[in-house]
Every structure is written in structure tokens, then in C-alpha cells.
């Protein structure tokens, strides 16, 4: 069964400091990853996807985040925090099949602090 | 965001009430989701239509009851509601059997049960 695990559910960085939201994911096959951004009274926003090309994913504002098979991890990272970033982040995998089926991890909330 | 529209986007109603929510996709999709988001859980799938047909029914309470009349359009009919239901209603679509398995959210119908 697929299942996804958010190993944070709080996150305080400050701006301008590096940003690491955790990730593992668990999966009978290769998975489809995503990761998306819910900001205050706000729908979700898709940030980046992995769908079994490159490794390495390049998202929007600067977020990126690697897919490493042998850790069944997706972390998402950005070098250097802004104010803006501060909103909730959800980790999510894709079952697939016939039509998109997700399932949403926890999520994260990221605190970003002058 | 403006791809996929919610209205109301906030809605008090009383126990005994009957109200609908609507959500309008503009970007071709041909399947659309319904999702609950309560506070400290995780979010929920409610219904999934492929096609305009219901694919997907989460064993949600029969007082919430949803139609698609066209690959457009969403909607929520809500009746006799509890407090307990009081959420933030996100409505997304995806184009299927194209592998790319991403969903676009609105931006939800944050709904108060009195």
C-alpha cells in the first residue's frame, strides 16, 4: 500500500537560513511524488513532481527537492528562506491507475522568523 | 489558482439548512475531486468524478451529495449538516490517462456549521 510520512509537523528557520522539510514515502511500485504549498486561507499549490525522470526536481520560488530510491525519501529543500515561504507544505504520492488517486501526507508547517 | 474557481468561498449555515457548494474548472480536466480539510488532520477525499461519472465515494455521509453535470462543473449539496463538518472544502481537477497525475485545487469554501 502506498503511504507517505511528513517526519515534521513544525519547522522554524530563519530568513535567509536554509530550508529542509522531510519526507519518506512508501510505495509497492515507482511512485509519482509531489509536493505542494498551502498558504493562510488558501488552496494548494503544486511546488514540484517527480514522475520517474530526473532525480533531482526543480519546483517554483526556488524550492527543490531529490528523489532517493534507497532512502524511500523525497525531502524538499531551498537554500535560503523568505518571509513569504511561511505557509503549510504537504508531501504527497500519487496511487495512479485509471484516474489520479493522492494521498496527502500530514503536512508541515514552516515558520520563517526575521 | 484561477483555474479552478470555488464559491461561496465562505458559508454559515445552520443544522437544518440546505446549501451547495460550486467549483468551475477552465483547464480542459476531465476529472474532478472533492476533499474535506479539517484542522490537525489530514486531508480527506470525499468523491472523485472521471468523465462526469462518480468514481469514487469515500463513505461519506449521505447528508453531503454531489453531482457533475458536465466535465466544468462541481458541485456539493449539503443538508441537515453537523457542527463536526464545519471544514475547509477544496475542490481539484486532473487530466487523466495522460501520466502526468498532478491535481489543481481551488481555493475553497471554508463552510462554519452553526
Known amino acids: 500500500a502506498q503511504s507517505v510520512t511528513q517526519l515534521d509537523s513544525h519547522v522554524s528557520v530563519s530568513e535567509g537560513t536554509p530550508v529542509l522539510l522531510r519526507c519518506n514515502y512508501s510505495s509497492s511500485y515507482s511512485p509519482s511524488l509531489f509536493w505542494y504549498v498551502q498558504h493562510p486561507n488558501k488552496g494548494l499549490q503544486l511546488l514540484l513532481k517527480?514522475?520517474?525522470?530526473?532525480?533531482l526536481v526543480k519546483g517554483i520560488n526556488g524550492f527543490e527537492a531529490e528523489f532517493k530510491k534507497s532512502e524511500t525519501s523525497f525531502h524538499l529543500t531551498k537554500p535560503s528562506a523568505h518571509m513569504s515561504d511561511a505557509a503549510e507544505y504537504f508531501c504527497v504520492v500519487s496511487l495512479g491507475g485509471g484516474y489520479n488517486k493522492l494521498i496527502f501526507g500530514a503536512g508541515t508547517r514552516l515558520a520563517v522568523h526575521p | 489558482e484561477t483555474g479552478v474557481t470555488q464559491t461561496p468561498r465562505h458559508l454559515v449555515m445552520g443544522m437544518t439548512n440546505k446549501k451547495s457548494l460550486k467549483c468551475e474548472q477552465h483547464?480542459?480536466?476531465?476529472?474532478m475531486y472533492w476533499y474535506k480539510q479539517s484542522a490537525k488532520k489530514p486531508l480527506e477525499l470525499m468523491f472523485v468524478?472521471?468523465?462526469?461519472?462518480?468514481?469514487e465515494n469515500n463513505s461519506v455521509p449521505s447528508r453531503f451529495s454531489p453531482e457533475c453535470p458536465n466535465s466544468s462543473h462541481l458541485f456539493l449539496h449539503l443538508h441537515t449538516l453537523q457542527p463536526e463538518d464545519s471544514a475547509l472544502y477544496l475542490c481539484?481537477?486532473?487530466?487523466?490517462?495522460?501520466?502526468?497525475?498532478?491535481?489543481?485545487f481551488g481555493p475553497g469554501t471554508r463552510l462554519t456549521v452553526t
Open positions: 517527480y514522475t520517474s525522470a530526473a532525480t
Open positions: 468524478y472521471s468523465l462526469e461519472e462518480r468514481v
Open positions: 483547464l480542459g480536466h476531465n476529472a
Open positions: 481539484a481537477s486532473s487530466q487523466e490517462l495522460q501520466g502526468n497525475y498532478e491535481q489543481y
